[in-house]
């Protein structure tokens, strides 16, 4: 796990880092220090609220998170961790973005859209039957992992941490409208790895031939695969998350306009500017006194 990652995750309670950083549980923990700047994060967070309340947001969606709680956080979301009471208590697991996406790996029809649904689907109430089943979980994830003795730990983190996850996709499958039977993997599969080459060059790269290019297809096809997936253009993604992240920018912060085109990779204060303009309709600082 990234040594800045670990450093946004500051906690008082018992914290156990395992399988050479790229896994953190922690254990009664008082305090979830994530910058209150929205940030796209590194890692996957899983959180159980014990007992007291923390305000998290995930891009525009806003819940208050209280006991008997379940948050998912994944990685490359737009994510903030505030307010949280005096008596805030939670049990947290966090995973390296590589643990991730190995833990992903191993399933063979995640729909990219699921990623979609996970910004305002992120948190879930658990009944007293599902508490002693993350329970469960909890136990033997940090179990196997910390066990020196077992040749096939990293191993047996993926397939507990697939069975959770399988989960919580169950929950998006069910809900969704927006399966279609006898969907095409292939098309599937580049709209997913798109979406995770947005994550990772968002900000340096907001051309659509960029993406195409790592993808090894045309930027029609791209287009055409991401529009029938997701009922929105590649471009149109490319900028949302520029977006969205400069609006967090200039509502959560005391940046100044500079130091925010510095961070989010912008020329300067004119591009950012203009591009921010374009987009939206409104300047900089009209956005940031309506906000």
Same mark, same amino acid.
């Given at each position: 796990? @990234?040594?800045?990652?670990?450093?946004?995750l *500051? =906690?008082?309670?018992?914290t &156990?880092?395992?399988?050479? %950083?790229?896994?953190?549980?922690c254990?009664?923990?008082?305090?979830?220090? !994530? =910058?209150? /700047?929205?940030?796209?994060?590194?890692?996957?967070?899983?959180?159980?609220? #014990?007992?007291? &309340?923390?305000?998290?947001?995930?891009?525009d969606?806003?819940?208050?998170?209280?006991?008997?709680?379940?948050?998912? $956080?994944? @990685?490359?979301?737009? !994510?903030?961790?505030?307010?949280?009471?005096?008596?805030?208590? +939670?049990? *947290?697991?966090?995973?390296?973005?590589?643990?991730?996406?190995?833990?992903l790996s191993?399933?063979?029809?995640f729909s @990219? #859209?699921?990623? /979609?649904?996970?910004?305002?689907?992120?948190?879930?109430?658990?009944?007293g039957?599902?508490?002693?089943?993350?329970?469960?979980?909890?136990?033997?994830?940090?179990?196997?992992?910390?066990?020196?003795?077992?040749?096939?730990?990293?191993?047996?983190?993926?397939?507990?941490?697939?069975?959770?996850?399988? %989960? $919580?996709y169950?929950?998006?499958?069910?809900k969704?409208?927006?399966?279609?039977?006898?969907?095409?993997?292939?098309?599937?599969?580049?709209?997913?790895?798109?979406?995770?080459?947005?994550?990772?060059?968002?900000?340096?790269?907001?051309?659509?031939a960029?993406?195409?290019?790592?993808? +090894?297809? =045309?930027?029609?096809?791209?287009?055409? !695969? $991401?529009?029938?997936?997701?009922?929105? =253009?590649?471009? %149109?993604? *490319?900028?949302?998350?520029?977006?969205?992240?400069?609006?967090a920018?200039?509502?959560?912060?005391?940046?100044n306009?500079?130091? $925010?085109s510095?961070?989010?990779?912008?020329?300067?204060?004119s591009?950012?500017?203009?591009?921010?303009?374009?987009?939206?309709?409104? &300047?900089?600082?009209?956005y940031?006194?309506?906000?």
């Amino acid at each position: 796990m @990234p040594n800045r990652d670990s450093e946004k995750l *500051i =906690t008082d309670g018992y914290t &156990t880092t395992l399988l050479g %950083d790229e896994l953190m549980v922690c254990e009664n923990m008082k305090h979830i220090r !994530v =910058t209150s /700047v929205p940030s796209y994060t590194e890692v996957g967070m899983i959180i159980l609220c #014990l007992r007291g &309340t923390a305000k998290i947001c995930i891009f525009d969606n806003i819940h208050i998170l209280a006991k008997n709680e379940l948050a998912v $956080i994944l @990685p490359g979301q737009l !994510v903030s961790i505030t307010e949280l009471s005096h008596d805030f208590l +939670c049990n *947290i697991v966090v995973l390296s973005r590589a643990l991730f996406d190995d833990t992903l790996s191993g399933f063979s029809r995640f729909s @990219p #859209l699921f990623f /979609v649904y996970m910004r305002s689907h992120y948190w879930y109430e658990l009944t007293g039957e599902e508490i002693e089943r993350f329970k469960l979980f909890y136990g033997s994830l940090s179990q196997r992992a910390k066990d020196p003795t077992h040749f096939f730990r990293r191993e047996s983190v993926l397939l507990l941490l697939r069975i959770f996850y399988l %989960d $919580i996709y169950n929950e998006y499958y069910s809900k969704s409208h927006l399966m279609k039977g006898g969907s095409d993997m292939g098309k599937s599969k580049l709209a997913h790895d798109f979406f995770c080459l947005i994550m990772q060059h968002y900000r340096g790269h907001k051309d659509v031939a960029f993406y195409a290019d790592k993808l +090894c297809i =045309t930027s029609k096809y791209l287009s055409m !695969v $991401i529009k029938e997936a997701s009922g929105k =253009t590649a471009k %149109d993604w *490319i900028v949302e998350y520029a977006i969205l992240e400069i609006k967090a920018m200039l509502k959560n912060s005391t940046m100044n306009i500079q130091e $925010i085109s510095i961070k989010t990779n912008f020329a300067n204060q004119s591009s950012l500017g203009r591009f921010f303009r374009k987009h939206t309709g409104m &300047t900089l600082t009209e956005y940031r006194m309506h906000r």
